[in-house]
Structures are given as C-alpha cells and as structure tokens.
C-alpha cells in the first residue's frame, strides 16, 4: 500500500510542479483566480533549495506526547518524532533545529514559514489538506484510549459512564474530534494544550474524569503516572506523516524517500521500540 501511495505522490509532484511553473512562465499577468495559487505556494515552492542554502531545517513539534515527542530530565527533545527529524535532517545533509509550540498552533507555522516542516504524530486527514500537504505516512493505528483514575475503573460501564462529566482532550487533535462525535452529547469536553503533564495532571487532581490519548501515549502515561488506568478505546484507524507546506513538492518528495527507506530497512520500527522502552524505563 505505501508503495502504491509512493508511486501517486511522484506523479502528483511532477504535475503539481509544472502546473506551479506555469503560473509564472513568460512573465504574463497572472489571472486574478490563479493569485490564490501564487499565496498559498509563496512558502513552500522552492522550499528544498532554501532549506539546503541556509544548511539547517526548522521542524515544528509539541513536546508533550511521549513517545513521539517530549522533554527527557536532562531539558532536551526526545522521543520517536524527534529521531524521525534527525534522520531527516541528515538524509538532507542539514543540521536540525527544534520548535516546540502548541499543537493547534502548528498548522498556521508551517504555513507562514516559521517552520519548514512538523513532526508531531500528525494524522492524514482530507480537510486539513486545505492547510497544508502530506508526504507518505510513517505510522499508522488504530482505537484511542480512555484514561480514568484507578479508583473509578470498577465503575465505568462506557461511554455512558461520561454522561455529565468532564473529559480532557488535546485542543485541535483527532481525540477532540472524536470525543466530541462519540460522547460530546453527554460529557463536557475539556480542551489542553499539552497532554503530558498538564491534562494528566488535571486528571490525577479530579479537574476532570477522564481524558482521551493516542493508544501508546496512553500506555506509557499509565506505566509513569501511578493511579491511573486505561478502561476503554474509541473506534479509529489513522495514520501518521510529516507535514509541509503546499507546493514543497521537492521537499515532499526528498522527506517521502527518507521515510521510505527508513521503513523498508526496519529502521523505523526499530527506532519506535528503542524509544518506547527509553521512556517506559524513566517512568
């Protein structure tokens, strides 16, 4: 399957390119309707070469989701995202540069070119295709857990058990949306900007009942965090990527390759063990 998706994304590079190029040909007056394809590409066209002269890549992450992404006890990044960057950065033959910021401010970065790209476990999603572009994915997964404090596990019965309680959620993430689809009828959702510690918290401290994370983030935060447990999953299938801006098709296609090497050899897998176990073993 990805092979196939690999092979569409060149095509569509090669079309979206030479369309690109052929706004600006001749030096013509560009159509009033093409004006919007001049703004939305005046970021991310020509990005790979800009990258490449100043030597360094901006990626754009939330510190706050062990594993993908977090800050170890020596004050630095870590986590499956952060080497997924580094081996970017060297397979471009630039040096790394972290931004760490709220996930819901991610988007509106990549599209104003404070970052070049974002690594923060971001789903494939058709809508947020009007933002911003994909390469392929590097991680897919299915359900997303329910955490509740231990003392309330024997309790829960389902979603029912939400009914007129307070749910944490990560604000602009696919567990917000499917919070709110699958029990926002009943339950107050609660938006965070960081899930870890600052929902998690919140949880432990009974500011709500229960909160909602990605599967492996919720198992590493029960295993770190003594009284809590995972009681339930809401039904999901999605997958993970990097994002750039539109018209970074030489990006695009350059970080696509990386991760597609990265998967065949096994490396990326092997990455995602090595650091699951790097932070089972500090919790």
């Given at each position: 399957?990805?092979?196939?998706?690999?092979?569409?994304?060149?095509?569509?590079?090669?079309?979206?390119?030479?369309?690109?190029?052929?706004?600006?040909?001749?030096?013509?007056?560009?159509?009033?309707?093409?004006?919007?394809?001049?703004?939305?590409?005046?970021?991310?066209?020509?990005?790979l070469d800009?990258i490449?002269?100043?030597?360094?890549?901006?990626?754009?992450?939330?510190?706050?989701?062990?594993?993908?992404?977090y800050?170890?006890?020596?004050?630095?990044?870590?986590?499956?995202?952060?080497?997924?960057?580094?081996?970017?950065?060297?397979?471009?033959?630039?040096?790394?540069?972290?931004?760490?910021?709220?996930?819901?401010?991610?988007?509106?970065?990549?599209?104003?070119?404070?970052?070049?790209?974002?690594?923060?476990?971001?789903?494939?999603?058709?809508?947020?295709?009007?933002?911003?572009?994909?390469?392929?994915?590097?991680?897919?997964?299915?359900?997303k857990?329910?955490?509740?404090?231990?003392?309330?596990?024997?309790?829960?019965?389902?979603?029912?058990?939400?009914?007129?309680?307070?749910?944490?959620?990560?604000?602009?993430?696919?567990?917000?949306?499917?919070?709110?689809k699958?029990?926002?009828?009943?339950?107050?959702?609660?938006?965070?900007?960081?899930?870890?510690?600052?929902?998690?918290?919140?949880?432990?401290?009974?500011?709500?009942d229960?909160?909602?994370?990605?599967?492996?983030?919720?198992?590493?935060?029960?295993?770190?965090?003594?009284?809590?447990?995972?009681?339930?999953?809401?039904?999901?299938?999605?997958?993970?990527?990097?994002?750039?801006?539109?018209?970074?098709?030489?990006?695009?296609?350059?970080?696509?390759?990386?991760?597609?090497?990265?998967?065949?050899?096994?490396?990326?897998?092997?990455?995602?063990?090595?650091?699951?176990?790097?932070?089972?073993?500090?919790?």
């Amino acid at each position: 399957m990805l092979a196939a998706a690999l092979v569409a994304l060149v095509v569509g590079l090669a079309l979206g390119a030479a369309a690109y190029q052929a706004v600006f040909s001749g030096g013509q007056t560009v159509q009033p309707e093409l004006q919007g394809l001049q703004d939305k590409c005046s970021v991310g066209y020509g990005l790979l070469d800009n990258i490449k002269e100043r030597g360094v890549i901006k990626v754009g992450t939330s510190a706050d989701w062990p594993p993908y992404e977090y800050v170890d006890p020596q004050g630095g990044y870590a986590g499956i995202d952060i080497e997924l960057a580094k081996k970017i950065a060297d397979g471009l033959g630039v040096q790394l540069e972290i931004v760490d910021m709220k996930f819901a401010a991610l988007f509106q970065a990549v599209q104003s070119g404070k970052v070049d790209i974002v690594i923060a476990d971001v789903a494939m999603k058709p809508e947020r295709l009007e933002a911003v572009d994909f390469t392929i994915p590097y991680r897919c997964e299915t359900g997303k857990a329910i955490i509740v404090k231990a003392e309330d596990a024997s309790g829960y019965t389902g979603f029912d058990w939400l009914a007129g309680k307070k749910v944490g959620v990560q604000s602009a993430t696919v567990e917000e949306e499917l919070a709110n689809k699958y029990f926002g009828d009943k339950a107050e959702i609660v938006t965070y900007d960081r899930v870890y510690p600052e929902m998690t918290i919140a949880l432990k401290t009974g500011k709500i009942d229960a909160m909602v994370a990605a599967p492996d983030v919720a198992r590493l935060i029960v295993t770190a965090e003594e009284g809590l447990v995972i009681v339930d999953q809401i039904p999901y299938f999605g997958c993970s990527t990097v994002v750039v801006p539109h018209c970074a098709f030489e990006l695009k296609n350059e970080v696509s390759s990386i991760i597609w090497d990265l998967i065949q050899s096994g490396e990326l897998q092997k990455i995602i063990d090595q650091e699951m176990e790097k932070w089972l073993q500090q919790g």
